[in-house]
């Protein structure tokens, strides 16, 4: 156990201000001593919290929080931030239910200048922040966007800075947290550029060729030396970030307080816009965590001392783990499959896709938007591209499912993961809207497997079909259902009964299938595993409203535009009445906490639904 003296006695950040540098020191090596066990403990982002130590204490020093605002980007990064901030405390309630925010939450604490958890837009929210307070004559306050190499990478990011180039009489400070890494190693051209500044290459190789070009004139090579800072605004490119309009500083090492200190405080007294490159270390002082980010950018509770340990119990293969299969088997035969991921190469089940098949295999940075419309211009070309996306994530990339994909009914599949309640990540990584959102869209297939076997059948089949079809399946395993080894296909609308009843009929989009088994037991009722939420398998409904007076959906999703809307519209087109219930997720945000107990917090637990369906019918 760590001596944690001095981070008890900070209560807020006018403690943290009071500090001498000799204390600070002290500060930041208790926090991150404190953040590892804290994490150890209750699971949560650990290597990205571990490289933002001396930032959170640095930042923290010298800006007035609250009234100055820091947005952190993505805020996974932001456990130092809230333990600097008052949550100390709380640190060991972290991701459970009632207990902190795995993010920063405006109605968590005043320091928490702006809710995020999708990445990307810290940029814009501080700019906002910053041209309101020029609106309200606010001159004073600071405004600091803390954003990765990863998170830099959206689209998000580069519309922002567009704009905050060109803002005039505003401060705005953005940090780019350069660790080298997003969740998997970084990708793209703009990892290159920022691996190219750092090692000084780009301005040197504009030196070198600039030298050159000088060489012929002698004394102009004198004055150049003489005058080397005017002479390289004048030949030697700027880096991208002045191009955007900011005062580019850095690269400077952002666990060195010596260097953080009194740049922070240079910045603060400028004003403007400015841009501060940070190099940091994933995982910063645990080894460990050092030397394998990727393993502990999440992890669940674990021994410190010891590290992760590999599982030996055996276990059901997770529905992520049955699309990395499934994808594996179908690229083996199928040349034209192609997978996308937006920076999830992990979470999405893709690494060993990634290992067999490099050149079909494109992760296209942290762009959700441009992750579909690529995927369109791939399909454009006889390829069969499978985007494998968080369902919460693809809320990003609406507009390009409807305008890119579905309107010019392109042969894109979309492995939706994470779909539903997601647990410890809580409201922002709900993947309950899919459904919603998805079903409204022309062309579109969807289809919610039930569990793991059908999952993978469901696969096949949406990709089978020559148009845009989505499968959604949620975070971990199933029922632990055997899952075959072939790539045969369902057919497409076509539900499956699974127990004959009377009376009432309960239709179930989803894994919750099994949840509803008691309920249609109970009450000696049909129960259908519906498969596909568009189409819907309307010759089953047509049968049934003949022979049933009462209709119970339910689905892992909101209800309010969901599966059992769509039954209820059916219906409702037929010109029948009837008995019709919904069970879904309300109209709602649902915090954090674990899965299940969400879910029977929300009556969608085995013992709620029967007694629910029981009223129902009775
Ligand atoms: C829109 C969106 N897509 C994907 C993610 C998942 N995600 C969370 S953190 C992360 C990597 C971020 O990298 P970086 O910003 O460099 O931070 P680091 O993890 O290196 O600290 C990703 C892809 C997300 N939060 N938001
Ligand atoms: C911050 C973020 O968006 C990811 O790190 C996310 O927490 C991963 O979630 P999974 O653990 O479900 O992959
Ligand atoms: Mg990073």
Redesign the pocket.
Same mark, same amino acid.
């Given at each position: 156990m760590t001596n944690f003296s001095l981070l008890e006695q900070i209560n807020d950040t006018a403690d943290v201000r009071g500090l001498s540098r000799d204390q600070l020191g002290q500060l930041a090596q208790e926090l991150r001593g404190f953040i590892l066990e804290s994490v150890a403990q209750t699971g949560g982002?650990l290597s990205s919290n571990l490289g933002t130590v001396e930032l959170a204490v640095a930042l923290h020093h010298v800006f007035n929080t609250p009234e100055d605002k820091i947005v952190w980007d993505?805020?996974?990064q932001s456990y130092g931030h809230k333990i600097l901030t008052g949550r100390r405390e709380q640190m060991h309630t972290l991701r459970q239910q009632g207990g902190l925010s795995?993010?920063p939450k405006r109605s968590e604490s005043p320091y928490d200048a702006f809710g995020t958890?999708?990445?990307s837009t810290s940029i814009s929210a501080a700019l906002g922040m910053a041209a309101a307070a020029r609106h309200l004559g606010l001159s004073q306050r600071q405004h600091i966007a803390v954003i990765g190499d990863g998170a830099l990478t959206g689209g998000m990011a580069f519309e922002a800075m567009n704009n905050a180039g060109v803002t005039d009489d505003i401060n705005l400070l953005v940090i780019l947290n350069d660790n080298d890494m997003s969740?998997s190693p970084p990708v793209g051209a703009l990892n290159r550029y920022l691996a190219r500044l750092l090692s000084g290459n780009l301005v040197g190789g504009a030196r070198d060729k600039l030298k050159k070009i000088l060489k012929s004139a002698p004394p102009v090579l004198e004055f150049a030396k003489r005058f080397e800072e005017h002479t390289k605004g004048m030949f030697v490119p700027a880096t991208m970030f002045e191009e955007f309009g900011f005062n580019y500083i850095g690269p400077i090492n952002g666990h060195d307080l010596d260097s953080l200190l009194p740049t922070l405080e240079n910045l603060k007294h400028r004003g403007g816009v400015q841009f501060l490159h940070v190099i940091t270390k994933k995982g910063q002082g645990y080894k460990l965590a050092e030397e394998d980010p990727i393993m502990y950018?999440?992890p669940s509770k674990f021994n410190p001392q010891q590290g992760i340990q590999p599982t030996t119990a055996p276990k059901s293969p997770t529905f992520t783990q049955v699309f990395g299969q499934w994808i594996c088997d179908m690229a083996e035969k199928d040349w034209r499959l192609v997978g996308i991921t937006p920076a999830?190469r992990?979470?999405s089940g893709l690494v060993e896709f990634h290992e067999r098949y490099p050149s079909r295999y494109f992760d296209v940075g942290i762009a959700e938007q441009h992750a579909a419309t690529f995927a369109a211009g791939l399909a454009c070309d006889g390829l069969k591209p499978v985007l494998a996306i968080?369902s919460t994530?693809l809320q990003r990339a609406y507009d390009q499912v409807i305008h890119d994909i579905a309107l010019q009914n392109l042969d894109v599949t979309f492995a939706i993961d @994470?779909a539903g309640l997601?647990?410890?990540?809580g409201a922002?990584?709900a993947g309950v809207y899919d459904i919603a959102y998805l079903r409204c869209v022309p062309q579109i297939l969807i289809a919610t497997p039930s569990d793991e076997a059908e999952a993978r059948a469901l696969l096949s089949t949406a990709y089978q079909y020559e148009g845009p079809a989505a499968v959604r399946y949620p @975070?971990g395993s199933g029922i632990g259902a055997v899952v075959p080894t072939d790539l045969d296909t369902l057919p497409i609308g076509k539900a499956k009964v699974v127990r004959e009843g009377q009376k009432a009929a309960i239709l179930v989009f989803g894994t919750l299938l099994h949840a509803s088994q008691l309920a249609a037991e109970q009450n000696n009722a049909t129960l259908v595993d519906m498969r596909w939420v568009k189409p819907l398998d309307e010759a089953l409904l047509t049968q049934l409203i003949h022979t049933h007076s009462h209709f119970i959906t339910v689905e892992d999703s909101t209800k309010v535009g969901g599966a059992g809307s769509a039954v209820s519209e059916w219906l409702s087109a037929q010109g029948v009445t009837k008995q019709v219930l919904h069970l879904g997720l309300p109209d709602k945000f649902i915090d954090h906490g674990d899965c299940a107990a969400l879910y029977a917090l929300n009556g969608l637990d085995e013992q709620s639904i029967a007694s629910t369906v029981s009223a129902f019918v009775a």
């Open positions: 982002h993505v805020g996974h795995g993010f958890a999708h990445s969740i950018h999440g999830m992990e979470g968080y994530f @994470r997601v647990g410890a990540d922002t990584h @975070r």
